[in-house]
């Protein structure tokens, strides 16, 4: 079989390792991939967001199946498209890719259906929205509604903080038109939880819980992140919430999608909040979370690509999705200055020994090396039989990758090993 992968991030590198496992993939292309993932997949120069000429690819070269992973092209229409070419995918169709791509479409759902979130007012005039944030309860949270390359919420902790978010957001279109309108919503509390889950539009499969860390710092400072780290399972999330979860969150959210006409096919994020009340949803994911996939998919015992199959073709309920039962935890290591600015081309050694515990997220070949190329360069990962045995072992993968600037949190999983 031949497998296209769009993406190019640590995530894709995570996916194409365990698509790999599978004895009938003869070839993965990689669009565009990134160098760190050379020895994985064929890279291939064409952006995620070139949408016409990843379907010319895929039929020149006869793919058998691709899987679309990164947000904007779920929400621009990659699936549909390729689709209509006949080439059978793995992600959800641009009319259900919009409970990620609208936090007004989703907010709007979950309320129309009775799913717990926060409560919250939608604004597309600033000056209505500067009012409303003179009265409302403080911590506030303010959401772009459009996708913001996951920097386009905002927890307001004063007021001058939540009318700063609304003008950069409306006015100064920090995020282009996805600050046309904005979401501002109450402010949860609680342990956070990811949970990742498999769907074919009927059945929900969720996969292992997991908990990300989005502060750039120890301790949880400093800016939000793509992601720092992450363990799974997440401690939290006991099997009284993931019951509930199911049947008040997981299972109505492809109900309401169904009674919409935007049957959900692919990886439906749930990211959460565990409140004294009980869970409530943050936001919806349309895909895989990155860094979430490179703990999740490396517990996966069961063959990826026949999962994926499952949920294009409407058999998940009778596909085997089986986990190991150790832990996970997943240290990003960073070019120093991440989020804010920092310096690429640095020269980036992978020991041999640990190459199959790395995933590339941000890497290019420069004069034959491998050079860093991005904010967010590596996810270390390790697993144990038990939490902090994967923290340990992640953490001595991490002495095993070099590049000058580089900068990694001390701290993923401290806060799970304090729930157990």
Same mark, same amino acid.
């Given at each position: 079989?031949? &497998?296209?992968?769009?993406?190019? !991030?640590?995530?894709?590198?995570?996916?194409?390792?365990?698509?790999?496992?599978?004895?009938?993939?003869?070839?993965?292309?990689?669009?565009? +991939?990134? =160098?760190?993932?050379? /020895?994985?997949?064929?890279? $291939?120069? &064409?952006? =995620?967001?070139?949408?016409?000429?990843?379907? #010319?690819?895929?039929?020149?070269?006869?793919?058998?199946?691709?899987?679309?992973?990164?947000?904007?092209?779920?929400?621009?229409?990659? *699936?549909?498209?390729?689709?209509?070419?006949?080439?059978?995918?793995?992600?959800?169709?641009?009319?259900?890719? @919009? &409970?990620? +791509?609208?936090?007004?479409?989703? %907010?709007?759902?979950?309320?129309?259906?009775? @799913?717990?979130?926060?409560?919250?007012?939608?604004?597309?005039?600033?000056?209505?929205?500067?009012?409303?944030?003179?009265?409302?309860?403080?911590?506030?949270?303010?959401?772009?509604?459009?996708?913001?390359?996951?920097? !386009?919420?905002? @927890?307001?902790?004063?007021?001058?903080?939540?009318?700063?978010?609304?003008?950069?957001?409306?006015?100064?279109?920090?995020? +282009?038109?996805? !600050?046309?309108? &904005?979401?501002?919503?109450?402010?949860?509390?609680?342990?956070?939880?990811?949970?990742?889950?498999?769907?074919?539009?009927?059945?929900?499969?969720?996969?292992? #819980?997991?908990?990300?860390?989005?502060?750039?710092?120890?301790?949880?400072? !400093?800016?939000?992140?793509?992601?720092?780290?992450?363990?799974?399972?997440?401690?939290?999330?006991?099997?009284?919430?993931?019951?509930?979860?199911?049947?008040?969150?997981?299972?109505?959210?492809?109900?309401?999608?169904?009674?919409?006409?935007?049957?959900?096919?692919?990886?439906?994020?749930?990211?959460?909040?565990?409140?004294?009340?009980?869970?409530?949803?943050?936001?919806?994911?349309?895909?895989?979370? /990155?860094?979430?996939?490179?703990?999740?998919?490396?517990?996966?015992?069961? /063959?990826?690509?026949?999962?994926?199959?499952?949920?294009?073709?409407?058999?998940?309920?009778?596909?085997?999705?089986?986990?190991?039962?150790? #832990?996970?935890?997943? $240290?990003?290591?960073?070019?120093?200055?991440?989020?804010?600015?920092?310096?690429?081309?640095?020269?980036?050694?992978?020991?041999?020994? *640990?190459?199959?515990?790395?995933?590339?997220?941000?890497?290019?070949?420069?004069?034959?090396?491998? *050079?860093?190329?991005?904010?967010?360069?590596?996810?270390?990962?390790?697993?144990?039989?038990?939490?902090?045995?994967?923290?340990?072992?992640?953490?001595?993968?991490?002495? %095993?990758?070099?590049?000058?600037?580089?900068?990694?949190?001390?701290? @993923?999983?401290?806060?799970?090993?304090?729930?157990?």
């Amino acid at each position: 079989m031949k &497998i296209l992968v769009v993406g190019s !991030g640590g995530r894709e590198h995570a996916i194409i390792k365990k698509i790999k496992e599978n004895k009938n993939v003869e070839k993965i292309y990689a669009l565009p +991939g990134n =160098a760190g993932m050379a /020895d994985d997949a064929e890279l $291939v120069d &064409i952006k =995620a967001s070139e949408l016409d000429k990843i379907v #010319s690819f895929a039929v020149e070269k006869a793919v058998d199946y691709a899987v679309v992973a990164p947000d904007n092209p779920l929400v621009d229409g990659c *699936v549909d498209k390729l689709e209509a070419a006949g080439v059978p995918c793995f992600g959800p169709r641009a009319n259900a890719a @919009i &409970i990620e +791509g609208s936090k007004v479409f989703s %907010k709007d759902l979950m309320k129309k259906y009775g @799913i717990p979130t926060a409560a919250y007012e939608v604004f597309n005039d600033a000056a209505k929205a500067l009012e409303y944030v003179k009265t409302c309860p403080i911590p506030t949270v303010v959401k772009a509604d459009g996708l913001a390359l996951g920097k !386009g919420v905002v @927890i307001a902790e004063t007021r001058k903080m939540a009318e700063d978010a609304i003008v950069s957001i409306m006015e100064d279109k920090k995020f +282009g038109a996805s !600050g046309n309108q &904005i979401v501002i919503e109450e402010f949860l509390e609680g342990p956070e939880v990811s949970v990742l889950s498999f769907t074919d539009g009927k059945v929900v499969v969720p996969m292992v #819980s997991s908990m990300d860390h989005k502060r750039a710092l120890d301790g949880d400072k !400093g800016l939000n992140t793509g992601g720092m780290g992450t363990i799974a399972p997440n401690p939290y999330y006991t099997q009284e919430i993931a019951d509930r979860c199911m049947k008040e969150i997981f299972l109505p959210t492809i109900e309401a999608m169904n009674k919409e006409g935007r049957t959900f096919k692919g990886c439906l994020y749930f990211g959460l909040m565990i409140c004294k009340d009980g869970p409530k949803v943050i936001e919806y994911n349309c895909r895989f979370g /990155d860094p979430e996939t490179q703990v999740v998919l490396p517990l996966l015992k069961s /063959d990826l690509l026949t999962i994926m199959q499952a949920t294009t073709n409407g058999t998940l309920a009778e596909t085997p999705v089986e986990w190991y039962d150790g #832990s996970a935890c997943c $240290v990003v290591v960073a070019s120093e200055g991440y989020p804010g600015s920092y310096e690429k081309g640095k020269e980036l050694v992978i020991e041999d020994e *640990v190459k199959d515990k790395v995933y590339v997220a941000g890497a290019a070949f420069k004069d034959g090396k491998l *050079v860093t190329n991005g904010g967010r360069v590596l996810g270390c990962t390790a697993i144990a039989e038990d939490l902090p045995s994967a923290i340990k072992a992640a953490y001595k993968v991490v002495e %095993k990758v070099h590049f000058s600037n580089a900068y990694c949190r001390k701290d @993923i999983g401290a806060k799970a090993l304090k729930a157990l």
